[in-house]
């Protein structure tokens, strides 16, 4: 039986296609800058997000680190979202290895961060406080896609106060399709951008972190301090340069099965979707019902979910439409 992941973007498995690039691909010594197809990744990655220079990461976590070791030196401070991944989500990296210190805000309903708020937590240049040198955002926030009006208002506004600007885009392509636009209309506005590979796009590992020349030169070091020099490891920049080429447009169909699902499981009493809200492949459904019965007749219908009463559900592409369908079903015939 068909197994019906709905947990998360990450769960998805390579294609005969994509395994068979990951073979045929040539590799050399990554440390020592031989590895053809990372350079041919780092490349193609820079190229498509309209920056200088990039760098293959182990995964979003450690890309994200890595942006903020190159813009923080130790005792400075970056403002976040309170639910931002890079914040809440990583283990609290940037203050274990960076002694950077987080000042997080909570983000408004549509994914922003207040620039007003942001800049009542700007510190003062005092020696009482930690030194703000970066402002932190995440596209897509939670499947909401950040307005390109904002984005453009955000880089003035840290220009004017002297912070650097980072985007933890895990899911920059989704909203690059979501608004119909070049993913470059949504990165220009950043110094750093963080991308993830093994999400939607559907490779099995991997991150790029992308910047300037010299922000990258200074990523590579902190990679390597972190235990991120993987030689050999072209076999996974092909599923990411397989992944950048085959998987961007068709994330469409993921947004389309994303409100799909949110339209039908919104039918159903005892359950509750903001329909309006699923802009992407995320959803979030409160769910009035014991989650361990619910879980139990879904998994036997082979689809599975998370166990939390406010539940997410993301879309992906070992998803169909038709799986979509057979889920609204098991769903309905639970509740009746
Ligand atoms: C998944 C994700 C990351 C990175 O996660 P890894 O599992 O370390 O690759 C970063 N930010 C957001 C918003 C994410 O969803």
């Not at 220079?53 to 890595?66: E, M, R, V």
């Not at 990296?93 to 805000?105: E, K, T, W, Y």
């Not at 993913?183 to 972190?209: H, M, N, Q, R, W």
């Not at 219908?301 to 539940?311: A, D, M």
Request: proline share 3%; hydrophobic share 40%; with cysteine.
């Amino acid at each position: 039986m068909k197994q019906i992941d709905l947990r998360s973007d990450t769960v998805t498995k390579p294609s005969a296609e994509m395994l068979e690039a990951m073979v045929k691909a040539p590799v050399g010594d990554d440390v020592y800058g031989e590895d053809p197809t990372i350079n041919k990744l780092e490349t193609l990655a820079a190229k498509m997000l309209g920056t200088q220079d990039a760098i293959f990461c182990t995964s979003g976590t450690q890309s994200n680190l890595l942006a903020l070791l190159v813009h923080c030196e130790r005792g400075d401070e970056y403002i976040v979202g309170q639910l931002a991944h890079t914040y809440r989500y990583e283990g609290g990296g940037a203050a274990v290895f960076g002694s950077i210190q987080p000042q997080p805000l909570d983000f408004e309903p549509d994914g922003t961060l207040s620039l007003e708020k942001v800049s009542q937590f700007i510190k003062p240049d005092d020696f009482h406080f930690a030194n703000t040198s970066l402002l932190c955002l995440e596209n897509t926030q939670a499947g909401k896609v950040l307005p390109l009006e904002y984005l453009k208002e955000a880089r003035k506004f840290t220009i004017d106060k002297g912070l650097m600007l980072h985007l933890d885009g895990a899911r920059i392509f989704n909203a690059a399709v979501k608004l119909k636009v070049d993913v470059k209309e949504i990165t220009k506005y950043f110094d750093t951008i963080s991308c993830c590979l093994s999400k939607g796009l559907g490779a099995p590992v991997g991150s790029v972190l992308c910047g300037s020349r010299d922000q990258i030169k200074k990523a590579r070091r902190w990679r390597k301090v972190l235990g991120g020099g993987m030689r050999q490891a072209g076999i996974l920049a092909a599923a990411g340069i397989f992944a950048l080429s085959n998987n961007i447009q068709r994330l469409k169909k993921d947004h389309e099965n994303a409100l799909a699902l949110a339209q039908g499981l919104s039918e159903i009493d005892g359950i509750h979707i903001d329909v309006e809200m699923v802009q992407t492949n995320i959803l979030f459904a409160d769910i009035t019902a014991d989650m361990g019965s619910l879980c139990d007749l879904l998994q036997k219908k082979g689809i599975i979910i998370g166990k939390n009463n406010h539940l997410r559900i993301v879309t992906h592409l070992d998803i169909s439409k038709e799986d979509i369908d057979h889920t609204i079903k098991a769903f309905k015939e639970f509740f009746g």
